[in-house]
């Protein structure tokens, strides 16, 4: 004999007025667990920032060290070099030299001056510097200090590629970005990847009358991520929530169950009396 009421017992059992309020109840909690999971992940990102404007500003404090101990030339460059203050040796390229366009500073359109800069020790290897800001291409800020020099600086990485530059291209043109892909077509190799944006250099730069290169300072460090810790907390959030509704579909299951138990032991008691009844009208 069919026992079985399908959908049927699904809805009724979960329509029945103690479990309604019971989902009702649940359903704030999921509702407050979700909010809850939102707020710890809003403080996630807050502490990722937070934390990477602390080491900004420890990198940026913290005393100069040799370049050697951070990079070295034709090696990878990674996020935990950025903005790594740094001293260097070496002597200027002064026929290796760009305007990079369409840079601002304070609001102001202009250029980056960029050098190659030939590091002692390695045989010749370039590193890729920007000298600062300047508000023309003036030729005339492509007088470089000659002979031995002392950089000191921050790292920063090299820009995307969205193209090649021509190997013929002079000393003092103008070119759109500030990538070591890019210059090695031009100024040869080895090179560094990344660049250093100059903080000071021993002996300084002459600029006559022109208006002085302007530092473009360390690169902000961006992409910190998020606290491991506000994240794990938003996801234990967000478990709970889900928890209370699985909690509520097993109680609707057990009622179920129970419908159908029931429906099933009647269906048993009825059993005899309808078998007699049937006997009764056949005689």
């Known amino acids: 004999m069919a026992t079985g009421g399908g959908f049927g017992d699904w809805l009724r059992a979960g329509t029945r007025p103690r479990l309604l309020g019971i989902l009702v109840i649940l359903l704030a909690g999921a509702a407050l667990c979700i909010r809850l999971g939102a707020w710890q992940l809003d403080r996630a990102q807050e502490r990722g920032e937070q934390a990477a404007a602390v080491e900004q500003a420890s990198q940026e404090g913290a005393d100069p060290v040799p370049l050697a101990e951070v990079v070295a030339p034709q090696s990878g460059f990674t996020q935990n070099m950025v903005g790594r203050h740094v001293q260097v040796v070496g002597q200027y390229a002064p026929e290796k030299q760009f305007f990079v366009a369409g840079r601002e500073l304070d609001g102001t359109d202009g250029y980056y001056l960029l050098s190659a800069f030939e590091v002692d020790g390695t045989g010749g290897a370039v590193l890729p510097v920007v000298r600062g800001w300047v508000p023309e291409a003036d030729p005339a800020y492509l007088e470089a200090p000659a002979g031995q020099v002392e950089l000191t600086g921050y790292l920063a990485g090299s820009e995307a590629v969205t193209g090649g530059l021509d190997p013929d291209l002079p000393t003092g043109a103008q070119v759109g970005l500030v990538s070591a892909a890019q ?69 609707v299951r057990d009622e179920v169950r129970h419908l159908r138990e029931e429906r099933a032991t009647a269906a048993v008691k009825r059993a005899p009396a309808d078998q007699a009844s049937e006997v009764h009208e056949g005689v």
């Open 183 to 251: 210059l090695v077509n031009v100024w040869g190799g080895p090179m560094y990847a990344g660049q250093l944006r100059l903080g000071a250099e021993d002996p300084p730069a002459a600029t006559g009358a022109l208006a002085a290169i302007e530092p473009i300072g360390p690169p902000v460090i961006e992409d910190a991520g998020l606290n491991l810790r506000n994240l794990a907390y938003a996801a234990e959030w967000w478990i709970f929530g889900g928890f209370a509704l699985v909690l509520w579909w097993r109680m």
